[in-house]
């Protein structure tokens, strides 16, 4: 099931050109064994039923939008949407079976329908409208992903119980995410082996002109093509959507280029003519094992993503090399071909099996009870405030002799559910997270307490899920004494700004109540401009110098985090800290510096650092059995010029 038939322009003599021509014509397949070889010997909890099935659950999203995506490749088109309308596709069915109140079948036909109407605008604009495949579906990218804000209003929809279902398994052990994934991979298949628009597909990636001059309505073909990714695009989004039990507006960010990935690892040509949808799977499925594999070693999720772009420059290399050894690509295959492509794969599963059964007796008895193990998967690391909890928890867990994996999810709720279910299946003695949101974390949550494995959730709770302990400062307090801060600041009067943080995360929804209700108090105070600015420092700069061109009389600034603060610092220049005061929230290392330096006034502290430590300990005592407190808070503080010197976050 790996990358594209292949015919040899010239002889392989003997057993060893026999073997280099099986190993060639099959080098997605050759990788993916290698990887599952080798992540059985490394790590004892690869070769798991649970992992081995959450390997498929992982992959089941990006195998889905891989599939849409290689009809488009093999046309030698591109498209870059199909993230964003899945997205969008998932929040039309949240809305349509909550908010509108239709039946959930109607609603999953929506959301369908969702895609097709993105496809056949992609369609529209590529052949008709002569727009490069590129730009077209690079502006349906932000079309769609801005529609799903608008109707989620930026928050989660959480899913009825009989959509979220999809995400559960049949009969207690086979994943629906993998059923429609093997369902979607046979149609697929079907569509390009035997119909007549997937002979199509091939011809106009070969020579789109010849296909025309031929008889070919590529115009037509095209839209097809581009609307068959959207339907693709709409089911993984269904299925996203289920496995976190709600709609995320941000959801399925940048899986486009993982699912591009996935097509041409698994040996289709982006220059067009050439894939299979089983190399797509193979191609995904090597993603899946790469990132599980890696998470199970604790390798930092930087370096993850340095490795996942190593193996695809070295599968377009190799693509390269082999067609230099003499092997040309064809669409498709003869029977005998078929025949022969059947048994290399049932060689390889045999292989396989062997070497891996092999390499289990090397963890007999090698695992230790002595340390205990604990796993803490962050919402992310690309904030100098998570950094702090991931320094703190560290700290503690040295101090006690604890082995605590860290990682990292990037803000992707569906990252960290795939984590977090591989936490899970490693046996760690307790779980630590800071959900990215607390809806999508549940039922990840849920399996760990099914596995009877203590839970500590730290600076976000988890809903409709059961957790030891929740360690956490109060975000909606918090904004409100933000917002205190700079209207006492003032006088009780005057034009300020708000930068909020990142859409659809729930410290950006929280900590924006917690302001509007603190200022509730202060009739005097005029907020001119609401922004989002994404809890980033360039962001900051960005949105406050367009707002500054709006509002020059602006006289104070409440940002949701610290980085975005600092950022509005930079575009205020001189006015920072003089005739515009600046309020953050987190109290990071730079903010602490910022309001030493006079430049920002206030930051509201959480002490990171602390709800890492404290978060840890908690863990320890659920690990052993003690009683730990349902919620543990720590104290948020204003930290200004008079008291910074005394504060340690």
């Known amino acids: 099931m790996a990358t594209d038939t292949l015919k040899s322009t010239t002889g392989a003599g003997g057993a060893s050109g026999g073997l280099r021509r099986l190993l060639l014509d ?85 959301a369908i329908a969702t895609g097709i109407v993105c496809g056949l605008v992609n369609g529209i604009l590529i052949s008709y409208g002569k727009l490069p495949p590129f730009i077209a579906t690079l502006a349906m990218l932000s079309v769609a992903r801005g529609l799903s804000l608008v109707i989620s209003e930026g928050s989660p929809i959480a899913l009825p119980d009989s959509v979220s279902h999809l995400g559960d398994t049949l009969g207690g052990w086979l994943p629906v995410p993998v059923l429609v994934m093997i369902v979607m991979g046979l149609i697929a298949a079907f569509v ?128 390269t090399l082999r067609r230099k050894a ?119 949550v849920k399996a760990a307490d099914k596995a009877d494995i203590p839970v500590i959730a730290v600076d976000r709770t988890v809903n409709k899920a059961a957790v030891d302990t929740l360690v956490a400062s109060d975000n909606v307090a918090g904004g409100e004494l933000a917002a205190k801060t700079i209207a006492d600041k003032l006088g009780g009067k005057g034009k300020v700004v708000i930068l909020q943080g990142q859409a659809g995360t729930s410290a950006a929804r929280e900590r924006a109540q917690g302001f509007a209700n603190g200022l509730k108090a202060y009739p005097g105070i005029q907020v001119v401009a609401q922004q989002p600015a994404d809890f980033d420092r360039t962001k900051g700069l960005d949105v406050m110098s367009n707002l500054l061109q709006a509002h020059p009389d602006v006289q104070g600034v409440i940002a949701a985090n610290d980085e975005m603060a600092l950022g509005a610092i930079k575009a205020l220049g001189s006015k920072a800290g003089k005739s515009v005061s600046v309020v953050g929230f987190d109290g990071t290392p730079d903010g602490l510096k910022a309001v030493e330096g006079g430049t920002l006034y206030a930051s509201v502290a959480q002490q990171p650092s602390h709800l890492g430590k404290i978060a840890v300990d908690n863990a320890l005592k659920a690990l052993q059995g003690k009683d730990v407190e349902e919620t543990v808070k720590v104290p948020v503080k204003v930290v200004t010029k008079e008291n910074v010197a005394g504060f340690s976050g």
């Open 192 to 319: 390009l082996g035997r119909t007549y628009i997937g002979r199509s597909m091939y011809a106009i990636g070969g020579n789109e002109e010849a296909a025309r001059l031929s008889g070919l309505r590529v115009k037509k073909q095209k839209l097809a093509i581009y609307a068959f990714s959207g339907v693709f695009a709409a089911v993984a989004g269904v299925v996203l959507a289920a496995r976190l039990s709600s709609a995320q507006p941000q959801a399925a960010d940048g899986y486009e280029l993982d699912a591009i990935a996935a097509v041409v690892i698994g040996g289709a040509s982006l220059a067009g003519g050439t894939g299979k949808a089983s190399g797509t799977l193979v191609g995904a499925l090597i993603l899946a094992v790469l990132r599980n594999g890696l998470n199970l070693l604790n390798v930092s999720a930087f370096w993850q993503q340095v490795v996942i772009g190593v193996v695809i420059a070295l599968a377009v290399l190799f693509d």
């Open 326 to 444: 003499g092997a040309t690509p064809v669409a498709g295959a003869s029977q005998g071909g078929k025949g022969k492509q059947a048994a290399t794969y049932g060689l390889a599963a045999v292989v396989t099996v062997a070497i891996v059964g092999a390499t289990s007796f090397l963890h007999n008895g090698s695992a230790s009870a002595d340390k205990p193990t604990m796993g803490l998967s962050l919402s992310t690391l690309n904030n100098p405030f998570f950094v702090q909890i991931r320094a703190g928890a560290q700290a503690e867990a040295k101090k006690l002799g604890i082995d605590l994996t860290v990682t990292d999810a990037q803000n992707d709720a569906s990252q960290q559910a795939n984590q977090l279910q591989n936490f899970t299946s490693s046996n760690l003695g307790a779980i630590i997270v800071n959900p990215v949101d607390s809806d999508a974390a549940s039922n990840s």
């Open 26 to 110: 099959n080098g997605a397949l050759t990788a993916l064994i290698v990887l599952v070889i080798a992540m059985s010997a490394l790590s004892g909890d690869f070769l798991t039923t649970d992992n081995l099935l959450n390997v498929g659950v992982q992959a089941a999203v990006t195998a889905i939008l891989a599939f849409g995506v290689t009809f488009v490749i093999v046309s030698a088109g591109i498209d870059l949407s199909v993230g964003s309308v899945a997205a969008l596709s998932a929040t039309v069915l949240a809305w349509s079976a909550t908010s509108a109140g239709v039946p959930v079948f109607l609603a999953v036909l929506l």
